[in-house]
């Protein structure tokens, strides 16, 4: 089942929207994005927890 998340939806403000077949292949896509357009942004548990909750599943 698809995956998808909406950055804003952790980051307000910011309009980014991800699609994968898998929840791994998302993650590349989260990480990828965090580090290119989030740099200044600490990873922290309670931020990794928002994007695990952020997350849904796609029809």
């Known amino acids: 089942m698809p995956y998808a998340i909406r ?3 952790v980051m307000p403000g910011c309009a980014a929207e991800f699609h994968a077949d898998e929840e791994s292949d ?3 896509h989260i990480v ?3 580090t290119e357009a ?10 990794r ?3 695990q909750e952020a997350i849904r599943r796609v029809a």
């Open 26 to 28: 998302l993650l590349d």
């Open 7 to 9: 950055c804003g939806d």
């Open 38 to 47: 989030h740099a200044d942004v600490e990873l922290t548990p309670a931020t």
């Open 32 to 34: 990828r994005h965090a």
């Open 49 to 51: 927890s928002a994007v």
